[in-house]
């Protein structure tokens, strides 16, 4: 029966696993303070779900419609911020967040605001916990190896020399633009999909599900693994959703401070390894140094 | 391409793997399919042990902690008194807490775990709608009790499931409590509502305002706040600005709510201020007596001066030193202890049996409760409300509605 | 008129508490270039400090003040010695690594809390005072200690960094740390200081925030995250930016509330965040490493 609960806990690795490398994509190759993603996981969720619970459509239908207009607004997002950077874009980008938080919350008709949706039904043929697994599993496999195959092209050296040398990137020019897009639209999609894929895994949502709870977490994921690295992303995800649940297992007493202790020992470990292995495990890549004089 | 090699091969044997795992195993029923299946396997029961152990889920961190870690208390305290008087059946009486987060995925996980591993039959929780609704579909499939204190979304009833139970009445009804007194009692024409932006606050709110409506009224000012917002100096100018005849506020947490209520009355707004549970909490009430004289609150009617409950209150406050937040909750919580402990006593700490049991509960009593009643839907069944207001820190009744 | 001067009344209140929180932050941003999302941590443990000293021990208001007060600088002054300077001698920590770790102190700062003083709200009803009515506006005493105190401390914050030499030497700092050094002065205590001010003004901003709105463990993220948005409205790094950001976002989240409804004005602070950002991509008074 414990393996019910390894179980539970590969298919949340696998789906953040997901939305890491969306992620990654965008901070680790692009350079780019993406924390609006989470929006994105969102508009993946919640279109997936509105249109599998309300239109009673497939269940593959609405991953795929959550992917595409994930992407879509994710490109859009794109053209707006192209002229800005640095904190500015951060900011945006973290506001995207709150505003798609905002319209989940607000839109009732829609949404249902903060009661959420539901009774979110299981894809057709990948019902039960461990279908599910074998199908994000697989989906994990398959990003992954696109991402690699994308970030080791000629792609992902633009890409790189964006990400280090931005002055010498521009000599680009337009294509500079269009390689930005196209890590919009893909992190886009990708997040898109981990989000709906999560919808239909717990079968409830609600706006505050992709708050700013979750996006320290992915965020943490990433920074443990490493950033710019592929198999550091898939490691920090899987470290990042079993260590809560371990601390949650092995850490136990009938107390009413156990949430609080729990919570503490997680985060102390988090700040932990920021501070002593700031690259993150399998990172290669030196962002500027968050404490230098910045430009 | 050495590289690329190795993670094909990874890949593979990945893939050949877990389609082994899946298709190998015997099948689970879909939730989809109707329930009569054959061979679902459910969760082994706990064979020989000198323990029984039950789960309990709701939010011990967050903002939500508020209401979770209270009801925590409750269930420890009934866990302590029963395992002092022999326990149940003879075996220890464990209860293993779990952080819900008041979320989805929270619940899910909280759940998952306790299932698996403390290999639960029964689960007190959880605290918020929200988290509840994230683990049903997961208890349902074990066939595992689902039993939540304080859950009071709409949803719960029709998408909880057959495992599902609560004593806790839906937020369908206090809603129109509200709505029929304010009609009633103060003959309002024109209504402001102000509602937290959570799913327990936007049930009410959404009652509220159809039955208002229905009944003739007119809802002017209809404001939803963010969770976090401190200021409502504006919204209560808003609503001054706007002369109505009853304000009615449903807050989630406390905090917000004192704040609200006090920006009101800065505003020498005198129209009646009606509210749900929440603000007519018995410390909330007590420490705040100011700001909060006079604010009218509606609450599932509940008698703590019987026996029971008092008993229940008296033993909370030996224990922790504190009154009750939340009588009624709360002692559903400490109640659903005793509860268990009948049920496991006379049927075993079996899923299905004690479902079983529990679909046909008429007039139990117990813990702090009497005469409880569950329907079909394994929803509480529930006449009356309390109408409540605060008079000096203390929170006396005025009145009781019968619904209809 | 009567409308618009009660609405620009509650435009102040938080507008002056934030400013308050907001320089102290870009105070640190300006001279030690770490984002210090854990001020809304130490604005809470101040909070709590007043509470210990004025509801649990019965302390007079001073002296309970002056307890938050310390409590605090002593908290930010912790955050800054044991991680972020640690975590600049130990080398490369990019910006997603400050971030999840000044992240991870809030959080720790907020269920520390949690464990130890319980999930009830705490509120301080009686220090309150009595509504006052200004003509057309209304006011409490505790709310007329808002008004008053905070410019007061901000202009004395704003002169103590024009006029001092420790200002200057701050202001010295920010614009370039290795230039500042070579003039002998020394940045790391520089640093520090930085850190004692903030955390002061966030003491201060703490007590003020506890008695006015209530308070329990979960509000720092949400202090936090209030604060980065007007910081970044008005130009990080800049006070002035800090307080006019403040201002102006409380005054849409004002507008909003009144004409629109008040479960939107979190998307329009956000939008105009955003439009201004275009405009002016490092905010209103941002200019890249100015203070003042």
Redesign the interface.
Same mark, same amino acid.
């Given at each position: 029966? /414990?393996?019910?609960?390894?179980i539970?806990?590969l298919v949340?690795f696998a789906i953040y696993g997901i939305a890491g490398l969306a992620l990654n994509l965008t901070l680790g190759w692009g350079g780019l303070i993406n924390l609006g993603f989470m929006g994105f996981l969102s508009i993946g969720a919640y279109t997936s779900a509105i249109l599998t619970t309300e239109y009673h459509l497939p269940v593959f239908v609405g991953i795929i419609a959550g992917m595409i207009l994930a992407a879509l607004i994710s490109g859009f997002v794109g053209i707006l911020i192209r002229t800005i950077r640095g904190d500015a874009l951060a900011i945006i980008l973290l506001g995207f967040n709150f505003t798609v938080y905002?319209i989940g919350?607000?839109w009732?008709s829609v949404t249902r605001?903060?009661?959420?949706i539901?009774?979110i039904?299981?894809p057709e043929f990948f019902?039960?916990?461990?279908?599910f697994?074998?199908l994000v599993? /697989?989906l994990l496999?398959l990003t992954?190896?696109f991402l690699?195959r994308l970030t080791h092209s000629s792609f992902g050296r633009v890409l790189g020399a964006i990400r280090d040398e931005e002055l010498h990137a521009r000599v680009l020019g337009k294509r500079m633009f269009r390689v930005k897009m196209i890590v919009h639209i893909v992190s886009g999609a990708l997040a898109g999909l981990a989000g709906a894929l999560?919808a239909h895994f717990?079968?409830? /949502?609600?706006p505050?599900?992709f708050f700013i709870?979750q996006l320290v977490f992915v965020l943490s994921m990433i920074f443990v693994g490493g950033l710019a690295s592929v198999p550091g992303t898939i490691i920090g995800a899987f470290i990042l959703t079993l260590l809560p649940?371990m601390i949650?297992?092995f850490v136990?007493l009938?107390s009413?401070i156990?949430?609080?202790i729990?919570?503490i020992i997680f985060s102390l470990l988090l700040l932990l390894v920021v501070m002593f292995r700031p690259k993150g495990i399998l990172g290669t890549v030196e962002l500027p140094s968050a404490y230098a004089d910045r430009e | 391409m050495k590289n690329?090699a190795i993670?094909w091969i990874i890949?593979i044997v990945?893939?050949v793997g877990?389609?082994y795992?899946?298709f190998n195993?015997p099948?689970?029923t879909?939730?989809?399919k109707s329930e009569s299946v054959a061979t679902a396997p459910v969760?082994?029961k706990v064979v020989e042990s000198s323990e029984v152990t039950i789960g309990w889920i709701g939010?011990?961190?967050?903002?939500a902690?508020?209401y979770?870690?209270?009801l925590?208390?409750a269930t420890?305290l009934a866990?302590e008194e029963i395992n002092a008087a022999g326990g149940v059946g003879g075996k220890k009486l464990v209860?293993?807490?779990?952080?819900g987060?008041c979320?989805?995925?929270g619940g899910?996980?909280?759940a998952?775990?306790l299932?698996?591993?403390n290999?639960v039959q029964i689960i007190i929780g959880g605290t918020c709608?929200?988290e509840t609704?994230?683990f049903t579909?997961i208890a349902n499939?074990n066939k595992v009790v689902v039993f939540s204190p304080s859950a009071s979304?709409p949803?719960l009833t029709t998408?909880g499931g057959d495992y599902a139970f609560r004593f806790y009445p839906s937020d369908a009804l206090a809603g129109k409590v509200a709505a029929s007194y304010a009609m009633d009692t103060f003959k309002a024409k024109k209504a402001a509502v102000?509602t937290a932006?959570?799913?327990y606050?936007?049930?009410l709110h959404r009652v509220f305002v159809e039955s208002f409506k229905n009944a003739g009224g007119e809802v002017t000012v209809?404001?939803?706040?963010?969770s976090?917002?401190?200021?409502f100096?504006?919204?209560a100018?808003?609503i001054k600005?706007a002369k109505v005849d009853v304000v009615y506020i449903v807050v989630q947490?406390?905090?917000e709510g004192?704040?609200l209520v006090?920006a009101l009355?800065?505003?020498?707004i005198v129209a009646p201020l009606l509210t749900a549970e929440i603000l007519i909490g018995r410390?909330?009430a007590k420490?705040?007596?100011?700001?909060l004289e006079g604010v009218i609150g509606f609450e599932a009617f509940f008698d703590e001066k019987a026996e029971g409950a008092a008993k229940f209150t008296a033993a909370f406050k030996a224990k922790y030193n504190e009154d009750l937040?939340f009588p009624f909750m709360q002692t559903i919580a400490y109640s659903e202890g005793y509860l268990f402990k009948e049920m496991i006593e006379k049927y075993g700490n079996d899923g299905v049996k004690i479902q079983a049991a529990l679909a046909k509960l008429t007039d139990w009593s117990g813990g702090g409760l009497k005469n409880m009643t569950l329907d079909e839907n394994g929803d509480v069944v529930w006449k009356s409300f309390s109408i409540k207001k605060i008079t000096n820190g203390d929170v006396p009744s005025i009145g009781v509605f019968d619904m209809k | 008129m009567d409308?618009i001067l009660?609405?620009i009344?509650?435009v102040l209140?938080?507008g002056l508490l934030f400013a308050l929180i907001a320089a102290g932050f870009s105070l640190t941003y300006s001279v030690t270039r770490v984002l210090h999302l854990a001020n809304g941590g130490v604005v809470i443990v101040a909070g709590y400090g007043f509470y210990t000293g004025y509801s649990l021990w019965h302390w007079p208001i001073w002296s309970a003040s002056l307890l938050a007060i310390a409590i605090a600088i002593l908290t930010g002054l912790f955050i800054n010695a044991q991680i972020h300077e640690r975590m600049r001698e130990h080398g490369i920590v990019s910006a997603a690594g400050m971030l999840v770790a000044t992240i991870s102190v809030l959080l720790i700062i907020q269920?520390i809390l949690?464990a130890i003083f319980?999930?009830?709200?705490k509120?301080f009803?009686d220090l309150?005072g009595t509504?006052h009515e200004f003509g057309p506006v209304?006011f409490?005493d505790h709310e007329i200690r808002i008004l008053v105190l905070i410019p007061i401390l901000l202009i004395i914050f704003i002169l103590l960094l024009k006029k001092t030499k420790t200002g200057k030497a701050l202001r010295a700092v920010a614009d370039h740390e290795q230039v500042a050094e070579v003039v002998g002065i020394a940045s790391r205590k520089m640093r520090m200081l930085a850190f004692g001010i903030s955390s002061f003004l966030a003491g201060i901003a703490g007590i003020l925030?506890a008695i006015?709105?209530?308070?329990?463990?979960?509000?720092g993220?949400?202090i936090t995250v209030r604060m980065i948005f007007r910081a970044i409205l008005g130009g990080v790094g800049s006070i002035g930016g800090a307080i006019l950001g403040s201002l102006s976002t409380e005054t849409i989240?004002?507008l909003t509330?009144?004409y629109w409804?008040?479960?939107w004005?979190?998307f329009s602070s956000f939008l105009l965040t955003f439009v201004v950002l275009l405009i002016r991509p490092n905010g209103i008074l941002g200019k890249k490493k100015r203070i003042v």
């Open positions: 029966m /414990i393996i019910d609960f390894i539970f806990l949340l905002a919350l607000n009732n605001g903060a009661l959420g539901p009774g039904p299981r019902y039960d916990d461990r279908r697994l074998f599993t /697989i496999l992954t190896l690699y999560l717990i079968r409830f /949502i609600d505050a599900s709870h649940e949650r297992v136990n009938p009413d156990l949430g609080a729990r919570g | 690329n993670w890949g990945i893939v877990l389609g795992l899946i195993q099948n689970k879909n939730d989809k969760a082994p939010p011990l961190t967050g903002d902690a508020a979770g870690i209270p925590q208390k420890m866990a209860v293993a807490y779990e952080d987060n979320d989805g995925k899910a996980a909280a998952q775990k299932i698996s591993i290999k709608s929200g609704l994230g579909p499939e979304s949803d998408k102000i932006n959570t799913d606050a936007q049930g209809d404001e939803s706040y963010n976090g917002t401190t200021d100096r504006t919204q100018l808003k600005n947490l406390p905090t004192i704040a006090k009355k800065d505003q020498k410390e909330i420490n705040n007596k100011d700001v937040a | 409308l009660q609405l009344s509650n209140i938080p269920n949690l319980g999930s009830a709200p509120s009803a309150q509504v209304i409490t925030f006015e709105y209530n308070l329990d463990p979960s509000m993220i949400m989240v004002a509330g009144y409804n008040v479960s004005v979190d």
